[in-house]
Structures are given as structure tokens and as C-alpha cells.
């Protein structure tokens, strides 16, 4: 019954971490991924990315810019093994307009 309680703790705090960013303002900040050569949109939805990762790693909760280039890369691999990349369905929906 451990990794139910694991995942359901996970899931509370990446939402607690999340609400307490709600207000954050809504203008979307383009970051760099030097290992893949493109860019993201670092909005709201990436935040809540980035927090599951965090949360599954065990991580510390820092600032994506207070990491090293190490651990930036470690996050750029996840998030492309995770293919709820928005930023290329955003680019989808744009080739076939």
C-alpha cells in the first residue's frame, strides 16, 4: 500500500507547489535547450512539468535557472522522454493551418 501513499503524496504536493504559482504572472519566457538545439515556452504549463519532475526525483524545489548545467540537462532529457510536449504540438497544429 507504500506506493499508493508515495504517488498520492507526489501528486499534493506538485498541486500544492502549483496553486502557490497560480498568480504568477502570465507572460511566457523562451528557454533554451542547448542538448536538443530548440526552444521552449516556459509558461504555467511547463511550471507544472518541471514540478513533476522535481516531485519524482526527489529533488530539491530550486528555480530551473539555480541549477547546474548538469541537472538542466538531466530536466531536458526527462521532458522529452515525456511526449506531453506542448510546444511541439503547439507547432503541429500551426503546419497545418
Do not use: F, K
Not at 499508493?4 to 507547489?17: D, F, Q
Not at 522529452?80 to 493551418?97: K, N, P, V
Amino acid at each position: 500500500m507504500r506506493p499508493v501513499y508515495t504517488y498520492v503524496g507526489s501528486v499534493i504536493v506538485t498541486a500544492a507547489i502549483t496553486a502557490s504559482m497560480g498568480c504568477a504572472s502570465r507572460s511566457q519566457v523562451r528557454v533554451y535547450d542547448p542538448y536538443r538545439s530548440d526552444y521552449h515556452h516556459w509558461d504555467r504549463r511547463e511550471t507544472v512539468y518541471y514540478n513533476q519532475w522535481v516531485v519524482q526525483g526527489h529533488r530539491d524545489n530550486r528555480d530551473y535557472h539555480h541549477l547546474n548545467q548538469d541537472e538542466q540537462r538531466r530536466y531536458w532529457e526527462w521532458r522529452h522522454q515525456h511526449r506531453h510536449d506542448h510546444d511541439h504540438d503547439r507547432d503541429d497544429r500551426d503546419r497545418h493551418r
